[in-house]
């Protein structure tokens, strides 16, 4: 069974720009959550969708958005990009929402200059 | 709220000998998993352990076991035999089961085995 894979592995933006990323789940798995992972901040939760609806929500600012289409793959957005957006960005995916293990991708590796 | 503390920024083992990784956390509600995963310099999360609030039992994967104190509020993952490739970071991770599927992260440990 493929994992989790995220596209692209690596992106260098300028300040200002937007990224969008892009998450596909395990086979089988309807629940995509995004987390950001930096030195200073560590591991924090961005999003969750499950059935193409934002089930839940971390404390980040609104330029900070999500999907998900119906085959279960989910984008994620950053627009008006800051250089503190400078992160590996992981999604997980899981069968169900809670009392479920979350499987990780690889990451992306957003660089912003 | 969640709280996850790992108190271990850095530790070494010898190759072949046992280790244990601290995990202390906090949480008013009653319900709810424990996780613990892996991050080896290629950056991917690597899922090994989870132990549920109301498991009897401690949970027990291949080399990796879960000393769970719920009392203490503990969640310790022992490595047994260490090998080289266990050398990365190590984090320990809640999810109340009220809050979907968020994840609280602990700060990491990061695991040097040596040779």
């Known amino acids: 069974k493929a994992g989790v894979t995220q596209t692209p592995r690596y992106l260098i933006k300028t300040r200002g720009q937007q990224v969008t990323l892009s998450c596909s789940p395990i086979s089988g798995h309807r629940s995509v959550s995004w987390y950001q992972q930096t030195p200073g901040q560590g591991l924090q939760f961005l999003f969750e969708y499950f059935s193409e609806t934002q089930r839940n929500k971390g404390n980040f600012p609104g330029r900070f958005s999500g999907r998900q289409f119906s085959n279960s793959r989910s984008e994620m957005n950053v627009s008006t990009l800051e250089l503190g957006d400078s992160a590996l960005y992981l999604c997980?995916?899981?069968?169900?929402?809670?009392?479920?293990?979350?499987?990780f991708g690889p990451g992306t590796r957003l660089l912003v200059l | 709220a969640q709280k996850i503390t790992q108190t271990q920024p850095g530790m070494f083992v010898q190759e072949k000998e046992a280790v244990t990784l601290d995990c202390t956390y906090d949480t008013s509600d009653p319900s709810y998993g424990l996780f613990w995963y892996k991050q080896p310099s290629s950056g991917e999360m690597i899922f090994l352990i989870y132990?549920?609030?109301?498991?009897?039992q401690n949970a027990t994967e291949g080399r990796y076991s879960l000393n769970f104190q719920k009392a203490r509020k503990s969640a310790n993952l022992v490595i047994s035999a260490s090998q080289l490739g266990d050398s990365a970071m190590y984090f320990c991770a809640m999810r109340a089961n009220n809050a979907g599927n968020m994840l609280t992260f602990g700060g990491g440990t990061r695991l040097m085995v040596k040779p």
């Open positions: 132990q549920g609030s109301y498991d009897q």
């Open positions: 997980a995916s899981s069968k169900d929402r809670a009392q479920e293990t979350q499987y």
